[in-house]
């Protein structure tokens, strides 16, 4: 599978920026997908997931009541809207395709990455 995620860039504190990821190669609507975040120097780090249907999410306590993941099954997307950003969401955002259709927080759970789109929040 193929991920191609968009929509990073530069955002002050307190302003909001919408993530996406466009999937291709395999049957999309079959697995969990997710999105992760690495600042350079720390280890990757669990963000939010979505089960297969769209009906199960999991997120990181950091970004409970901010970030809202979703997906549209029928494009193949997954979004994260990201509001009230914090200087420290800053990182590098990675999508992953999961091997199940439960959004695990592990990385380990997905087994596709895309290229990752750069999430600066100013202070």
């Known amino acids: 599978v193929q991920l191609q995620a968009s929509g990073g860039g530069l955002v002050q504190a307190g302003g909001s920026l919408r993530l996406s990821c466009a999937a291709s190669g395999r049957t999309f609507s079959n697995h969990a997908m997710g999105w992760f975040r690495q600042v350079p120097g720390k280890e990757r780090e669990f963000v939010a997931g979505i089960g297969w249907r769209g009906d199960t999410t999991n997120y990181a306590d950091s970004v409970k009541g901010r970030f809202t993941i979703s997906r549209d099954n029928a494009k193949n997307t997954v979004n994260l809207q990201m509001n009230s950003l914090k200087p420290e969401d800053t990182a590098v955002y990675y999508c992953?395709?999961?091997?199940?259709?439960?959004?695990?927080?592990?990385?380990?759970?997905?087994?596709?990455w895309g290229q990752g789109t750069l999430v600066t929040v100013s202070s």
């Open positions: 992953a395709a999961g091997s199940s259709r439960y959004p695990w927080q592990q990385g380990s759970e997905y087994d596709a």
